[in-house]
């Protein structure tokens, strides 16, 4: 998949239009389908979880705190995805393992995240960020150094969606 303008220095800013993308996720039951970014914009609000590995401690907790608030995300018409660089298989692995309630997302040669400007050069992989789109596609919120042991991230996160 090819990106215009791809490879951002910088992260995505709020107001911005997001990049665009169809990408191979595993789901929650280890089902594999394809997530187009805008197609999944167009029912509502997105929030795009980036994390840098599988099955690492604090990428687990980020995507379990967003797990666990699921529910109310869902009823608030957001809908929520994963995303880094790993593969389909190591996706299957942590799914099977996790059971995350949303999507893992596979970029697995850092096209979307080069081009939300989210990519960690020194790593040669994701970010861990969150990044927040209306319907339009374009950036509501975005923290691009989330750190998922500062609830005041999360309680923003929340906000930005108009749920605290």
């Known amino acids: 998949m090819t990106f215009p303008g791809a490879g951002r220095d910088t992260p995505i ?3 911005q239009a997001a990049p665009d993308f169809t990408l191979p996720a ?8 394809n997530v187009t970014l805008s197609a999944e914009a ?10 840098e590995d599988d099955g690492m401690p604090i990428c687990t907790s980020e995507l379990r705190a967003f797990a666990q608030e699921h529910d109310l ?3 608030a018409g957001v809908r929520v995805f994963g995303i880094n660089t790993n593969g389909m298989g190591s996706h ?10 949303f999507p893992l997302v596979s970029d697995f040669n850092g096209d979307a995240v080069r081009a ?3 990519w960690n050069e020194e790593e040669r992989k994701s970010r ?4 927040v789109l209306g319907p339009d596609m374009r950036a509501l919120h975005v923290q ?5 042991g500062n609830l005041a991230g999360f309680t923003e996160v929340f906000a930005a969606l108009g749920l605290v």
């Open 42 to 51: 167009a029912k509502g609000r997105v929030l795009l979880v980036f994390y």
């Open 26 to 33: 595993v789901d929650g039951d280890g089902s594999e389908l």
């Open 92 to 101: 299957a692995r942590f799914q099977e393992r996790d059971h995350f309630p």
């Open 144 to 148: 691009p150094h989330f750190n998922p």
């Open 13 to 15: 800013e709020p107001r």
């Open 116 to 118: 939300f400007g989210l």
């Open 73 to 75: 995300l869902i009823s």
């Open 128 to 131: 861990r960020a969150v990044v």
